[in-house]
């Protein structure tokens, strides 16, 4: 069943009825065929997980489903829930915001790419066609949890912590094989990952570029030569704290993570240009 929904995935929403009433959360997970949807710590649940071959049970906190008819859009500016549309602009139908007339939620890097670097980089580069111009088409995330073999709950903490990062429900990743050496499974859980794409990657690099990177300790830039050769770069981070959406009060260990910038580009120069337009502050080639 196609999501016929007004409301979408990352939409900011506020609970109109229930125990959570008046609480905003954004929508990480939509049930279109329940018609329901799921919103970051909104309707948290003690939930009894049964143990498996994998891990023992335990108690955990999850978000529940909401019925769709609960939540409303909310505008963090009027503070209030508003009314959502469409109209259609340049042959394109996009959702607006009823109360102010403005298209919703719309990331800006995503605008500034669209109005201003996508021509800047079609005059750098020396591409003739628009279509040419390099675009980034996903960003994946990725944590390892080694200790997870040991205790199964470790995982848990890191799926919350990447849900919260990322803005998006994040999914386990499991072993292929045993590896006895190791002490591991076929099928064991040992880390946490997600993909983000359209305007939630858009507007998680925002954050990345100009919130989290600051923030890391004895910063001096990335390495230009994390490219992959095919545009793609990757880049480590040592602590996942430097997110604000995380509490460190609320962190019981602190985790390193790997973020994968994957772009249409067809090499690393392409890549690069691209990459520079966002402001991701790159080393510049030293001489001694």
């Known amino acids: 069943m196609k999501n016929k929904f007004k409301l979408k995935k990352g939409d900011e929403v506020i609970v109109l009825a229930g125990k959570d009433k008046g609480k905003t959360g954004k929508i990480i997970k939509m ?3 329940k018609m329901k949807a799921i919103v970051s710590e909104v309707n948290k649940v003690k939930k009894n997980t049964k143990p498996d071959n994998n891990q023992p049970g335990g108690i955990i906190d999850k978000e529940m489903p909401l019925h769709i008819s609960n939540l409303a859009f909310y505008d963090p500016a009027l503070k209030k829930s508003v009314k959502i549309g469409y109209k259609i602009n340049n042959e394109k139908k996009i959702r607006i915001n009823k109360n102010s007339g403005k298209e919703i939620w719309v990331s800006r890097l995503l605008e500034e790419y669209n109005n201003q670097i996508k021509e800047n980089l079609k005059s750098k580069l020396g591409l003739k066609n628009l279509y040419e111009v390099p675009k980034i088409k996903k960003i994946v995330l990725n944590m390892g949890i080694g200790e997870a073999k040991e205790d199964s709950k470790l ?24 590896i006895s050496g190791f002490k591991i499974r076929a099928g064991m859980p040992l880390g946490v990952k997600v993909t983000l794409r359209n305007k ?34 990757s880049m480590g981070i040592k602590e996942h704290v430097i997110f ?11 985790r390193g993570m790997d973020i994968t910038i994957c772009t249409s580009a067809r090499n690393n120069k392409e890549a690069i240009e691209l990459l520079k337009s966002f402001n991701l502050p790159f080393i510049e080639k030293q001489t001694n």
């Open 155 to 178: 995982i848990d903490k890191a799926l919350e912590d990447l849900t919260l990062i990322s803005g998006q429900s994040a999914v386990k990743t499991k072993s292929k094989k045993a």
């Open 31 to 33: 049930l279109p065929n």
């Open 244 to 254: 604000p959406e995380i509490n460190f009060d609320k962190v019981d260990k602190i």
């Open 200 to 233: 939630i990657m858009y507007e998680f690099l925002d954050r990345l570029v100009n919130i989290a990177i600051p923030r890391i300790r004895d910063f001096r830039g990335l390495n230009i030569k994390s490219f992959d050769g095919n545009g793609n770069f």
